[in-house]
């Protein structure tokens, strides 16, 4: 701490209620809005605290489903998204951390046009070449697979750019020691470079995991069984409806389930990802 | 670049860079080379006839006026998402590095909307600013404003930019903070003993510092604003009302749209490339140089 | 490694595929639809219905976003090879279906060549003339059709002293100004603003929305909408937005809301908006038929269908066909169009399930479902009222859109609007025209 004066403290808190207020104020209505019913929140009177329709609303939202003959596999859409999101988490991180380890530490024929090659997939996003995507996946027959969901976006530069980051920060000395310590590039990877890394690493996981977790164009297009649907796609079938009620109350009851998982993944990898910096600060 | 290239693995390093490599010329090279032989070619929605018109496509789209109009909300849209989330996010993430009590609950709160996803705060945005549904909205309407932003183009960007904004003010709080932490206190301290305020010590110590996190920030958040967006304006204002929030990127999806006019689509989405590769090329290399690393 | 995986994770994925395939060869079918909510509900029970039925067909229902959405997947599919049996398209997606030969296969086609019995004349023909040629063949299977109604509160127009609901435009003007006095954020709204205030208005009006019979009897049709009739239609909701005795609702149904809160007393959209009302509104409520300027000859003429219709598309096995049409025939029984259009507020596609409808007495409890249908029937159809067939209809109506929120934003006069309207829409039949004649 370098001050300590008490006028010094004041300005942090005002500044961080006012920002936890507006960040968290949508949320809440969310959930506000999931324990109310349909007649109260279409009509624009639903009041700033809890309804009584809570229970009913999440029975109906995870068990019975939004209309009396089918049944809304919420359970079955998170499992898909999990999936996805982990499946393209995992795949992103592997291929980014030995790329931008190739691309940092060593000197090979066209290192930089392999680096621009790469860098300049960030450009792009799967939006904009949707149709040719979605050909080259259906030539590889990769729709309606797991593998067709997570492959084309793994695709992208983001996290090579961030180890890449990453790598330059790291003191040269260390490379040059471990060097002297007869490691080659294997042994310096795994038993230098991967344990500094963790902390990106985790940072990294939580960031692509919600970004798997919240693809919509690439898994509507991609999947055409039900039961590979992603809850973000679920969400958006009980919105956007045609000549129907709009049932907000399940909607909301379904973006608080769908928003359950990734919270807890980046709460939970908060703390390893705080833990590890004050580590590495000592 | 700084050339730290320290081992020479010419078998090791093409194997480590194979797997990027192939998923990006696979999904990213390929279909981007389709688009752009696209862009020269005139077809109905089905594909069952193809003309080939050489440039037709970009000069067509270069005389429409709703062309240039379209520039010019993705420069409003994109300047003022990046600002405000860059600016919050910073702001969030100097308060919340200060060791003040309670000061972990605020974080988690503060990274708990990251987890949202587009589609969703969407959703939780219209449930917000929809007149006649919205909280909001009907605090507005009874404050006095005539909050309209099915009719009123500047609510509609408003109403997009505090989406956008919102959505990305974890990620770049995420990242400041995360920048904040991997400074030395010792080098704040000795500035403190040097007795500079903290106001001038944040902005010639502290901010350069933390240029590497910033030049990642602005690279990715231009991207965000340009690109992952879409799904926002989609659900929220389907580009409208009269085109005030139809962006470079929603205009190529729009006229893409079912096949209608995939041509013009496409050479949209080429001019695209190449703005935003030569855009990152100048800011890359111009923030490089001033970058420390 | 990662890759290696992945590739794993296909091949067992291949596998699995083939091991479920049973001995005795089920037909799978895909269906792609738009249908969410309650009404996905009903598209899921016919499908296991007919799955139950017989054991030859499976039809497998697919939920692929809103229609464009939906027709957007149907294209990319079929261009990658992948296009499913069915395909549920919105009705302004007609012209792009019809004009793609080789990627659909004509239901009347369909039917002859399977052999099922299928007579076009049970159809009803307000329904069906908007998905068939000029010649009268139906190229697709009407699934879900509504059409444009106004919805009033009766409540509200008490409390206004307005004794009657409006039948006429001026008079629709006059209350709007009149209820404004007691809600003064909205006195008229509307859904669906292109359908509501251009494609029923002509049609309800027997005026052409553009040449060679609404582009039914060619693609050469040049739009021509921007008439002193639409133009006066426009100035007056412009002039009614200022103090808001008129707002606009935005392009699709979100503003539906304000009608149901009681914000917008009159309130013109779809048919189909009925389970809502029904389910939300705290106040007397009814709908009347589309109003009409008094002064134009021959109006009311007939209103056009909304909703949408399914489409079979080509390159399918002669299995695959044979399980669409005994589907079709599934569909159009009498019995299941009737509990259909009873479950869903959408309106029966055929004769026979109007009049036993008719006759169970339904409508005198639910007069509300009949308006629709004597809109559609009004009058036998005239070439202005059968429907539309503009290619590219999907983008122009997003165009037609933007103009008219010009217009009542202030941006533009009325007429500036409906010609930059026009022109624009012309450069894309054009565009249209050029890759569909070939």
Not at chain 2, 84 to 94: D, E, K, M, T
Not at chain 3, 295 to 319: C, F, H, R, T, Y
Not at chain 3, 385 to 396: A, N, P, T
Request: with cysteine; hydrophobic share 50%.
């Amino acid at each position: 701490m370098v001050e300590h004066r008490r006028f010094g403290n004041l300005l942090p808190h005002i500044v961080l209620l006012i920002g936890v207020a507006i960040v968290a104020f949508p949320v809440y209505l969310a959930v506000i809005g999931s324990t109310h019913n349909d007649v109260v929140i279409s009509n624009g009177q639903m009041p700033l605290y809890p309804g009584s329709h809570g229970i009913e609303t999440y029975w109906k939202t995870i068990v019975s489903g939004t209309g009396k003959t089918t049944r809304e596999p919420v359970g079955s859409m998170l499992i898909s998204s999990l999936i996805m999101a982990v499946g393209i988490a995992v795949g992103k991180i592997a291929i980014s951390i030995i790329s931008a380890y190739a691309v940092v530490f060593f000197s090979f024929p066209f290192r930089m046009t392999t680096f621009w090659i790469i860098f300049v997939t960030l450009m792009l996003p799967v939006e904009v070449r949707i149709f040719p995507t979605y050909k080259i996946a259906s030539d590889l027959h990769l729709l309606d697979s797991y593998s067709g969901l997570i492959l084309p976006l793994i695709a992208s530069a983001t996290a090579t750019l961030l180890f890449r980051q990453f790598f330059m920060t790291i003191p040269k000395e260390l490379v040059e020691a471990s060097k002297m310590d007869g490691a080659g590039p294997i042994r310096f990877f795994f038993d230098t470079l991967l344990p500094l890394s963790m902390t990106n690493i985790a940072a990294l996981f939580v960031i692509l995991f919600i970004y798997g977790w919240n693809q919509y164009l690439w898994p509507l297009l991609i999947t055409t069984r039900d039961d590979m649907q992603t809850i973000v796609i679920g969400i958006k079938k009980i919105i956007d409806v045609k000549d129907a009620l709009t049932e907000w109350s399940v909607a909301m009851a379904t973006a608080v389930l769908a928003m359950l998982p990734p919270v807890a993944v980046v709460v939970l990898m908060q703390r390893l990802f705080v833990k590890g910096l004050i580590e590495t600060e000592k | 670049m700084e050339n730290r290239a320290i081992f020479s693995g010419r078998l090791l390093a093409p194997l480590l860079v194979l797997p990027q490599l192939a998923v990006s010329l696979i999904f990213f090279y390929w279909p981007a080379a389709q688009a752009l032989w696209q862009s020269f070619l005139v077809q109905d929605a089905f594909g069952l006839s193809t003309e080939f018109v050489w440039l037709e496509n970009y000069v067509a789209l270069l005389k429409t006026p709703e062309y240039y109009h379209s520039i010019g909300v993705t420069f409003v849209f994109s300047t003022l998402v990046v600002a405000f989330s860059l600016a919050i996010g910073l702001l969030l993430a100097v308060m919340a590095n200060r060791n003040i009590k309670g000061v972990q609950i605020y974080r988690t709160f503060l990274i708990i909307p990251y987890a949202v996803a587009p589609a969703v705060a969407s959703v939780l945005f219209i449930f917000m600013f929809q007149p006649g549904l919205g909280m909001i909205a009907r605090a507005l309407q009874r404050a006095g404003i005539d909050w309209n932003p099915v009719l009123n183009g500047n609510h509609a960007m408003i109403l997009v930019v505090i989406a956008a904004v919102w959505n990305q003010i974890s990620y770049n709080f995420l990242f400041f903070l995360a920048g904040l932490q991997a400074i030395p206190k010792s080098v704040i301290e000795a500035a403190a003993i040097d007795g500079a305020r903290p106001w001038r010590r944040f902005w010639t110590i502290v901010f350069p510092l933390l240029s590497p996190t910033t030049f990642f920030l602005i690279v990715v958040n231009i991207t965000y604003a340009f690109f992952n967006t879409l799904g926002i304006i989609d659900t929220a204002t389907e580009g409208g009302p009269n085109a005030a929030t139809q962006t470079l990127v929603y205009k190529v999806f729009q006229d893409g749209k079912a096949g209608a006019d995939l041509g013009s689509s496409a050479a949209q989405s080429v001019i695209l490339m190449i703005i935003v590769i030569v855009l990152t090329a100048v800011q890359f290399r111009y923030v490089e140089k001033k970058v420390h690393y | 490694m990662a890759l290696r995986q992945f590739g794993a994770a296909a091949a067992v994925t291949t596998a699995l595929a083939f091991a479920a395939s049973p001995a005795h060869a089920v037909t799978e079918i895909q269906w792609w639809h738009a249908m969410t909510g309650p009404n996905n509900d009903v598209v899921v029970k016919l499908a296991n219905d007919f799955n139950a039925t017989q054991s030859d067909y499976k039809i497998v229902p697919s939920y692929k976003g809103s229609y464009p959405d939906t027709l957007n997947a149907g294209i990319a599919a079929f261009r990658a090879g992948n296009a499913p049996g069915i395909m549920q398209v919105f009705e302004v997606g007609t012209a792009t279906m019809m004009s793609a030969k080789g990627a659909i296969k004509p239901v009347f086609e369909l039917m002859k060549e399977q052999g099922e019995t299928f007579d076009p004349q049970s159809y009803l023909p307000a329904i069906t003339g908007y998905y068939s040629t000029a010649k009268g063949d139906m190229l697709s299977f009407p699934f879900n059709s509504s059409s444009m109604v106004m919805w009033v509160n009766l409540d509200a127009l008490k409390k206004a002293d307005i004794p009657e609901p409006p039948k006429t435009w001026p008079e629709v003007f006059a209350d709007a100004k009149k209820l404004h006095a007691t809600s003064p954020t909205c006195g008229f709204s509307s859904s669906w603003v292109t359908w509501g205030f251009i494609e029923q208005f002509n049609a309800w009006h027997n005026q052409p929305i553009g040449t060679k019979a609404n582009g039914l009897d060619g693609f050469d049709t040049v739009l021509e909408f921007n008439s002193p009739l639409e133009t006066k239609l426009l100035e007056n909701l412009v002039e009614l937005q200022k103090d808001k005795s008129y707002d606009y609702s935005g392009r699709t149904n979100t503003g539906e809301g304000r009608f149901t809160s009681g914000e917008c007393p009159l309130y013109m959209s779809s048919s189909a908006f009925y389970p809502n009302v029904k389910a939300n509104a705290k106040f007397t409520y009814t709908a009347v038929p589309m109003p009409y300027f008094p002064d134009v000859a021959g109006a009311p003429q007939n209103s056009i269908i909304g909703g949408a219709s399914l489409w079979v598309m080509g390159g399918k096995s002669a299995e695959e066909y044979k399980g669409i049409a005994k589907f079709f025939t599934f569909l159009s029984d009498t019995d299941r169009q009737v509990y259909l259009h009873e479950v869903s507020g959408y309106l029966p596609i055929t004769k026979a399930a109007y009049e036993k409808t008719k006759e169970s007495g339904f409508y005198d409890k639910n007069p509300i479902l009949e308006v629709p249908l004597k809109e559609l029937t009004n009058k036998p159809p005239t070439e202005n009222s059968r429907g539309l067939r503009f290619g590219g209809m999907v983008q122009m109506r997003d165009v037609w859109s933007e103009e008219i929120e010009a217009a009542l934003g202030g941006k533009k006069s009325a007429k500036e609007a409906l010609d930059a309207a026009v022109s624009r829409g012309n450069q894309m039949l054009r565009q249209f025209e050029r890759t569909a004649a070939k």
